[in-house]
């Protein structure tokens, strides 16, 4: 499997330059994104990979577990590698498998932040998304308690998650806001107005969730016949569209095994052709 991060380009983010497909470490917990995976030692052995294969770009949030993500983290792969950027979140409580309830109140958002860092093991985050915005809770209070932890020197840059182009100028308007993460891939297009006013915006735009489901990625669809043509794989194909999107794209696939690792990572070394990109556009 061929793998060339560094030809997939990078982006910016907090001062740290990374490359633009990255590791979404959602996939290293239970069952409905709750308690430990069934292999701890495979997780591990899964992080280390991902570094060894040059990923930088890490994302991770408190909820995954809760906390099980962070704590694998820490126990793969610290002391981190100067060049890794580990992107984690708040502002979700968890109450059971699958459950999830957005909390924006700032007490807590500062909290979640302090036990982020000792999870992990930083003295400042790279990067912390605020994971939902709490409708219960006025934005500004929100953000300007990021904003308070940034200028605290916990928290190097503040991203969003899941948000509508008004929602995130509105937040731009209390902090300067580096990234959006949003469900974003081939058959789910929702955020597609977010994606364009963030490169008009030099914003980075992390689509979560990636990789293209249902009919169009189905066998004999659209996504499977260039994939044959240019001998890749699906997925891989999902990939490279994303990252030929826009130069602010950085996908963050994630998986709890090597091997899908190591094909996903081979999207680098896939380049469609103009009419191959409009063909699946």
């Known amino acids: 499997m061929s793998i060339s991060l560094p030809s997939t380009g990078t982006v910016t983010i907090g001062g740290k330059t990374v490359h633009r497909l990255g590791f979404g470490a959602m996939s290293l917990t239970g069952p409905g994104v709750w308690g430990p995976p069934a292999d701890r030692d495979a997780a591990v052995k899964l992080l280390r990979r991902v570094v060894e294969l040059g990923v930088n770009l890490i994302d991770t949030a408190d909820s995954y577990g809760p906390y099980v993500s962070e704590e694998i983290i820490r126990e793969a792969l610290h002391p981190y590698p100067e060049d890794l950027l580990i992107a984690t979140k708040a502002g979700f409580v968890r109450t059971g498998p699958g459950q999830w309830h957005a909390v924006g109140r700032p007490e807590y958002l500062r909290q979640e932040v302090e036990m982020s860092l000792r999870r992990l093991g930083q003295e400042r985050l790279d990067l912390l998304q605020l994971h939902r915005i709490d409708p219960k809770v006025p934005l500004e209070d929100q953000i300007g308690e990021l904003k308070a932890l940034q200028d605290e020197g916990k928290i190097a840059a503040i991203g969003l998650s899941e948000v509508t182009v008004d929602e995130l100028e509105q937040a731009r308007r209390i902090a300067d806001i580096v990234s959006v993460q949003n469900r974003y891939?081939?058959?789910?297009?929702?955020?597609?107005?977010?994606?364009?006013?963030?490169?008009?915006?030099?914003?980075?735009?992390?689509?979560?969730?990636?990789?293209?489901?249902?009919?169009?990625?189905?066998?004999?669809?659209?996504?499977?016949?260039?994939?044959?043509?240019?001998?890749?794989?699906?997925?891989?194909?999902?990939?490279?569209?994303?990252?030929?999107r826009s130069p602010v794209v950085a996908p963050i696939p994630g998986t709890s095994s090597i091997a899908h690792l190591e094909e996903n990572l081979g999207a680098s070394t896939v380049t469609l052709t103009a009419e191959q990109f409009a063909e699946l556009s």
């Open 185 to 244: 891939n081939l058959t789910n297009r929702f955020s597609e107005g977010v994606l364009d006013h963030c490169t008009e915006q030099g914003i980075v735009f992390i689509p979560y969730s990636p990789i293209a489901k249902g009919t169009l990625a189905a066998p004999g669809g659209p996504v499977d016949n260039v994939a044959k043509l240019l001998g890749a794989t699906p997925a891989q194909v999902s990939l490279a569209w994303l990252l030929a």
